[in-house]
């Protein structure tokens, strides 16, 4: 089996978990990974400790050096989200498949422009919501498919996260709660109920003076109508969730239910005079969608060989960055507001 050269682009919090995923496949070559210059000595430690002695490590400013690399198959873009939709669009022109972090463009007219241009150049583009890979939601998934709850009626999806991450640098550049949280709840609603919807509405607000500063929200209520007359309700909230990260989902059908529920770091429970207790919920959102990250890099990797199909389509990102976009808007006008047509 050919060995499929790759580079990384960012190695911060989802670099080093891709990296490390990378690392572990042994059909795959980590040629490069491009970050700041002022990092690079973090980030040799990191191949270090993963054992990539032969991966070269460059500067940003080395972008085109890199991508022009003839050996590089694929790239692994784990930066920023405003530098997504430059490094994507350079790299399908070096005529190299694409693996992005969320979002894929800060718009839905960079998201469309960046997968027209992958299908000029007859290349794979793919969007990491990993959440599609988790082994929980994937049986969701599988079970509404199979008509195990009969007809779908209302998906509720929870997305509460503890403070640790939100800081005033950190928001300021997140894109706000839409594009960079409610993101993945907008795709995985879209996802079970397989259908693109007519209609959404959102509310929210900043409790914490701090996301008010950043002209953001820390909490948010959205609601998505689909044609089938399917309903779908999220609530996310950045802030609160101090006992764990809160991941929880019920698809309600006409004859049955399907519910997941937050992990613990452990299925041990005390049972004793002042009731049951449990272990802690997980607190990390990484640790608790490790195994589903681990996949779908292995899954993007299928695809670039040629062993799988690719099973993520252009409308339906883009769908999903009209979605945050109509979000906003609706949290800014308070009203409910009509999908436009999807025009790639």
Same mark, same amino acid.
């Given at each position: 089996m050919a060995v499929v050269n790759v580079v990384v682009f960012g190695?911060?919090?989802?670099?080093?978990?891709?990296?490390?995923?990378?690392?572990?496949?042994?059909?795959?070559?980590?040629?490069w990974v491009v970050d700041d210059a002022g990092i690079h000595p973090r980030v040799q430690q990191v191949l270090e400790s993963l054992r990539l002695h032969t991966t070269n490590v460059a500067d940003i400013a080395d972008v085109d050096t890199v991508l022009g690399d003839k050996?590089?198959?694929?790239?692994?873009?784990? !930066?920023?989200?405003?530098?997504?939709?430059s490094l994507i669009q350079a790299a399908l022109k070096a005529g190299k498949h694409v693996f992005c972090e969320k979002p894929i463009g800060l718009s839905s007219e960079s998201v469309k422009s960046s997968y027209r241009l992958a299908a000029e150049k007859d290349l794979?583009?793919?969007?990491?919501?990993?959440?599609?890979?988790?082994?929980?939601?994937?049986?969701?998934?599988?079970?509404?498919?199979?008509?195990?709850?009969? !007809?779908?009626?209302?998906?509720?999806? !929870?997305?509460?996260?503890?403070?640790?991450?939100?800081?005033?640098?950190?928001?300021?550049?997140?894109?706000?709660?839409?594009?960079?949280?409610?993101?993945?709840?907008?795709?995985?609603?879209?996802?079970?109920?397989?259908e693109r919807p007519l209609s959404l509405v959102a509310y929210g607000h900043a409790h914490e003076e701090m996301f008010a500063e950043c002209q953001d929200v820390d909490m948010t209520s959205?609601?998505?109508?689909?044609?089938?007359?399917?309903?779908? !309700?999220?609530?996310?909230?950045?802030?609160?969730?101090?006992?764990?990260?809160?991941?929880?989902?019920?698809?309600?059908g006409s004859s049955g239910m399907l519910k997941i529920e937050n992990p613990r770091t452990s299925s041990v429970q005390q049972w004793c005079d002042v009731g049951t207790v449990l272990a802690p919920m997980i607190h990390d959102g990484v640790q608790r969608y490790l195994s589903a990250y681990r996949t779908e890099i292995g899954h993007f990797i299928d695809i670039v060989t040629g062993e799988r199909e690719r099973d993520m389509s252009a409308e339906s990102v883009i769908t999903v960055s009209q979605m945050v976009e109509l979000c906003q808007e609706s949290l800014d006008t308070g009203r409910s507001l009509p999908l436009p047509q999807l025009h790639i």
């Open positions: 190695c911060g919090r989802m670099g080093r978990v891709h990296l490390t995923t990378l690392a572990a496949l042994t059909r795959v070559r980590v040629k050996e590089v198959t694929a790239v692994v873009i784990c !930066t920023p989200a405003s530098n997504h939709e794979t583009l793919y969007c990491g919501f990993q959440r599609r890979k988790d082994a929980d939601f994937s049986e969701v998934y599988s079970k509404i498919r199979q008509g195990v709850i009969g !007809t779908l009626r209302i998906i509720k999806v !929870t997305s509460r996260d503890g403070p640790s991450h939100n800081t005033a640098d950190f928001l300021k550049h997140s894109g706000g709660i839409f594009l960079d949280s409610c993101v993945h709840d907008l795709d995985i609603v879209c996802w079970l109920a397989g959205i609601m998505v109508k689909f044609p089938s007359g399917a309903i779908a !309700t999220i609530d996310n909230s950045r802030m609160g969730a101090e006992y764990g990260y809160d991941q929880r989902l019920e698809v309600l």
